[in-house]
């Protein structure tokens, strides 16, 4: 497990309330009538079992509405029951919970042209089989349907980039870490910094993320041979390495917040 996840599970971070019924553990009668069904009212249970939001306890009544108690009145409007969400109204949907990524994707060349050939969220991520996010998404298969690929590309690039940095930064945090520094607010802002470039994608703009990556690097820069091995007492390299690593995640939250 990815540490920021560890984390995110100590402080009870979680970016999305989980749904009212089906906690962990317990069967929905959604999910008992429909196993039984066929395959294209069951299929979509096999695909969610695998899913994350089944591993969160999100489950069809999260998105489907309706009364997951009830059998005889589970799909009754009266009780909420949605049905089908169609294609537009997908991201108000998925965006109950991720705000955030909704806001980037509406001001995005897709959400612009949602309705009118752009994709939606269950275009790249499907409905029931969602899995975590990476930028495996981006590929040949998925982003050349619509348009050339090449625009994918330079996102995709920019994007990678912008890991490698991230992780840079884990690796100094590390390093500050194991020399005795108490890292817990750090590791805080990096987790929320992380969030936030990954949202970042779904604004499609290529020359903020290039712009954003460009000057962490410059800040990064300066923090290195900072929190090393060095020439100087050990408390005052803690205290240098400390103290930029914080003035770089200051700047990069407060940048990303603008
Ligand atoms: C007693 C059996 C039963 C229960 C309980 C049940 N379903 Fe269904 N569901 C069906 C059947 C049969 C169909 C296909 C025929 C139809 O649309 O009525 C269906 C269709 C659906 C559809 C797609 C069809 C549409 O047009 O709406 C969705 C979505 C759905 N169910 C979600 C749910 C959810 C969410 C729950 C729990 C809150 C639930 N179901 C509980 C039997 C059930
Ligand atoms: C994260 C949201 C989400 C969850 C959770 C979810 N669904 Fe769906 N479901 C959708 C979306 C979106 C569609 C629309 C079809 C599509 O775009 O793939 C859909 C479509 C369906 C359909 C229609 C399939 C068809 O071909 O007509 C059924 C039936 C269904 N879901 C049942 C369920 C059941 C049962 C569960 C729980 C095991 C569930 N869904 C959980 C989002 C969800
Ligand atoms: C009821 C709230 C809720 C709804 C509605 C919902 N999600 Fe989620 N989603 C969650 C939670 C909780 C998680 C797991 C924690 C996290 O990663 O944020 C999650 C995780 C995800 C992830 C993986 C995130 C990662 O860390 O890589 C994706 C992708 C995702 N959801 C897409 C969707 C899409 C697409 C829809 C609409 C079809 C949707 N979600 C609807 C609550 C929801
Ligand atoms: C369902 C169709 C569809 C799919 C699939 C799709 N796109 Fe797009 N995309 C569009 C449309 C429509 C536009 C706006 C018109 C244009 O630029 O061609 C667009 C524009 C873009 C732009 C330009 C944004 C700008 O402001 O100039 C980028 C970058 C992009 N898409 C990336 C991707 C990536 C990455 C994927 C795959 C993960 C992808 N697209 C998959 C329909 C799609
Ligand atoms: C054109 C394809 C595309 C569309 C449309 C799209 N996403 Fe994504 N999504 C991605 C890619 C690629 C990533 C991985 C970004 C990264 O690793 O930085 C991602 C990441 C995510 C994540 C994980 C963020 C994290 O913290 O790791 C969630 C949640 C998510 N998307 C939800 C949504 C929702 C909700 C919508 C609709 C409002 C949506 N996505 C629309 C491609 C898409």
Known sequence: MKWWIVIAILLGLNSAPASQAGAAGQVIVCIQCHALQPAQFSQPIKL????????????????????????AQAMSPARGFRGVPTGTATPALCGGCHMGIMKYYLNSAHGRTLGRGGPTCVTCHGSHDIKSATLD?????????????????????????????????????????????????????????????????????VKLIIQESDHIQAELE?????????????????????????????????????
């Open 222 to 258: 300066k923090t290195n041979g900072v929190g090393g091995v060095g020439t100087e007492p050990l408390t005052g390299t803690l205290a240098v390495g400390w103290a930029l690593l914080m003035a770089l995640l200051l700047y990069l939250v407060k940048r990303s917040l603008d």
């Open 137 to 205: 998404i981006i590929n040949k298969k998925n982003c050349s349907t619509c348009h050339t690929f090449d625009k994918a590309r330079q996102i995709r690039s920019a994007m990678l980039k912008r890991d490698a940095m991230l992780m840079a930064i884990e690796k100094k945090i590390k390093v500050l870490r194991r020399q005795g520094v108490i890292t817990d607010q750090l590791e805080k802002r990096l987790f929320s910094l992380r969030n936030r470039f990954h949202a970042m994608f779904h604004s499609l703009d």
């Open 48 to 71: 969610w079992k695998n899913s994350i939001h089944a591993e969160h306890g999100i489950s069809c009544n999260a998105c489907h509405g309706g009364d997951p108690m009830d059998s």
